[in-house]
């Protein structure tokens, strides 16, 4: 059951410390699936909805008035009016989409979304404890299925041009025997936006269950697995940007990928293995043409 968010009326002098939008993305694995309908709608085209009566966002979303009603209350909101005061508010820290351009623009205008909202959800002090562990770490598995699996391959090459002995598990089957294997001396980053991949899950429960430390990168902030990690990296999900363009769901997480490889990089050892990794291809490369 969705607890109801408290929800301050701008208009007469609130403070909203976290967006109406924000509060959305929390809640929603938890949403009925009407309610999920109607949240999608707004998390995706919030401009327009703060511009809708509530039967006019009804009948775009193909639910009923009362599902509206029953949701913006749960938003913590005493009123749809008052739902989209706070909407109007969220508006303020949005990257604002173009009213007119190119196609660049507009995949640029998703992209720096995605690229916002997860800088917002960000823990820099919680990324720099995820390097220290790597960092001491005999060994790191990253688990990823479907294009989670792609960037976990590219992370994986990332570390072992490091001198990190890093591995890219993207069957389950795999992921259950070496979880199996696993030390308190290990480590598991599991990505994955809905974070709610069964097996993957409890591949990562095993993996802890046998000491290693699971850092988890997924865009759903309530999901089983950030609930099972020891270090839970939140991003922005793609799903609450856009549906209807094709959108990089890998985007954000790769970010928070790319902040963990700078900060590593900060290690003189790692820096100077890396260099010596680009060199050798380099040289490899002008010798065979």
């Not at 775009?60 to 749960?74: D, L």
């Not at 706070?86 to 508006?91: G, M, N, P, S, V």
């Amino acid at each position: 059951m969705v607890r109801a968010l408290l929800c301050y009326d701008i208009e007469k002098g609130g403070v909203q410390a976290v967006s109406i939008l924000n509060q959305i993305e929390t809640v929603f694995p938890q949403l009925a699936r009407q309610e999920r309908k109607l949240a999608l709608l707004v998390l995706q085209h919030p401009e327009k909805v703060q511009e809708m009566h509530i039967t006019e966002l009804a009948q775009a979303a193909g639910i009923g008035t009362a599902t509206v009603t029953r949701f913006v209350k749960k938003m913590g909101c005493a009123d749809y009016s008052t739902f989209k005061v706070q909407l109007a508010a969220a508006q303020g820290i949005q990257v604002p989409p173009p009213d007119t351009g190119t196609v660049g623009d507009q995949v640029f205008s998703i992209y720096s979304k995605m690229l916002q909202g997860t800088w917002a959800q960000l823990d820099m002090q919680q990324l720099e404890q995820v390097v220290a562990v790597i960092t001491q770490a005999r060994r790191v598995y990253v688990y990823g299925q479907g294009s989670s699996g792609y960037t976990a391959e590219e992370f994986v090459q990332r570390l072992i041009r490091m001198g990190i002995a890093a591995f890219c598990t993207t069957d389950t089957h795999m992921m259950f025997i070496n979880a199996s294997i696993m030390t308190a001396t290990d480590i598991v980053i599991v990505l994955s936006t809905s974070g709610s991949s069964r097996e993957v899950n409890e591949a990562a429960r095993m993996a802890k269950a046998n000491g290693a430390q699971i850092v988890g990168i997924t865009g759903s902030p309530k999901s089983p697995l950030a609930g099972l990690v020891d270090f839970a990296i939140v991003v922005k999900n793609a799903n609450f940007v856009d549906t209807t363009r094709f959108v990089n769901s890998q985007f954000a997480s790769m970010y928070a990928l790319d902040i963990i490889t700078t900060m590593l990089l900060d290690n003189d050892l790692y820096r100077q293995r890396l260099q010596g990794t680009v060199e050798l291809i380099m040289d490899r490369k002008l010798h065979h043409e």
